[in-house]
């Protein structure tokens, strides 16, 4: 008995195009609010200076403006992922960028939102282990947009094994 293979959905040309413009503006708006959580606190770190208004921005852009651009990123890649012909996980390169965006989210939300609001508390140590964060997360967004443009490890490789997929 053989299975019938049905090809995915694919998006349309005018929606693939208005997603995959909206998933670039995302990605690099989310890039450069990262960059504003990196120099806000190595501006304090070389002045020495009073972090109130650094902490009053990095508050604002990290727990209000940056959340909203994340997940618009990974939602859009998503959809383009499932309409498209790249996949989800049919490719490296695909897969690789969903792991360095969901690190970045999760690290972000488990330690520079706790950091940030001690450094508004007064804490004066907090500013280093900010810029590190901050500095791990460009690197990974940044590789993400290497990902996007160099698209290299090919795709996985999956077989047909009693009619079901297997990677």
Same mark, same amino acid.
């Given at each position: 008995?053989?299975?019938?293979?049905?090809?995915?959905?694919?998006?349309?040309?005018?929606?693939?195009?208005?997603?995959?413009?909206?998933?670039?503006?995302? $990605?690099?708006?989310?890039?450069?609010?990262?960059?504003?959580?990196?120099?806000?606190?190595?501006?304090? =770190?070389?002045?020495?200076?009073? $972090?109130?208004?650094?902490?009053?921005?990095?508050?604002?852009?990290?727990?209000?403006?940056?959340?909203?651009?994340?997940?618009?990123?990974?939602?859009?890649?998503?959809?383009?992922?499932?309409?498209?012909?790249?996949?989800?996980?049919?490719?490296?390169?695909?897969?690789?960028?969903?792991?360095?965006?969901?690190?970045?989210?999760?690290?972000?939300?488990? =330690?520079?939102?706790?950091?940030?609001?001690? $450094?508004? $508390?007064?804490?004066?140590?907090?500013?280093?282990?900010?810029?590190?964060?901050?500095?791990?997360?460009?690197?990974? =967004? =940044?590789?993400?947009?290497?990902?996007?443009?160099?698209?290299?490890?090919?795709?996985?490789?999956?077989?047909?094994?009693?009619?079901?997929?297997?990677?």
């Amino acid at each position: 008995m053989t299975a019938a293979v049905t090809a995915p959905r694919r998006l349309s040309r005018p929606v693939r195009s208005a997603l995959r413009t909206a998933h670039v503006l995302l $990605a690099a708006t989310w890039t450069g609010a990262a960059l504003v959580m990196l120099v806000l606190p190595a501006a304090v =770190l070389l002045r020495d200076a009073d $972090a109130g208004f650094a902490v009053a921005v990095m508050s604002t852009v990290g727990n209000g403006v940056i959340p909203f651009l994340a997940v618009g990123t990974v939602l859009s890649g998503a959809v383009l992922g499932a309409g498209t012909a790249w996949g989800l996980f049919r490719h490296r390169w695909v897969v690789a960028k969903t792991v360095l965006s969901l690190a970045v989210i999760v690290s972000s939300v488990a =330690l520079n939102t706790g950091w940030v609001d001690a $450094a508004s $508390a007064g804490d004066r140590s907090v500013p280093g282990l900010l810029v590190a964060s901050s500095l791990l997360h460009q690197v990974a =967004l =940044l590789g993400s947009l290497v990902l996007s443009v160099e698209k290299p490890g090919g795709r996985i490789r999956t077989r047909l094994t009693r009619n079901h997929l297997v990677a």
